[in-house]
């Protein structure tokens, strides 16, 4: 395995790790980065076995670390319905 899958990987797993920590779905994450779902199902994708498969982004991993210590979601949070 090389070491762009290996990271791929591992990254992969901390965001699905942070998701079921924080208990939300691929939408409210997706409201709360800003991103769309299918964006976040791309992240959450084993890149083996799918070629639509992307490794999560860097800076939304370490926003779902910050959910994770502020125990979810901040309520002042701006979300994507916000404008």
Avoid: C
């Amino acid at each position: 395995m090389t070491d762009k899958l290996e990271r791929h990987k591992r990254d992969r797993d901390t965001f699905k790790a942070r998701k079921r920590e924080l208990g939300l779905s691929d939408n409210q994450i997706g409201r709360a980065l800003n991103v769309d779902p299918r964006t976040i199902r791309r992240w959450l994708a084993d890149p083996e076995t799918t070629d639509t498969a992307r490794p999560p982004n860097p800076i939304a991993l370490r926003v779902l670390d910050y959910f994770v210590k502020r125990g979810g979601i901040p309520s002042d949070w701006p979300t994507a319905e916000d404008g």
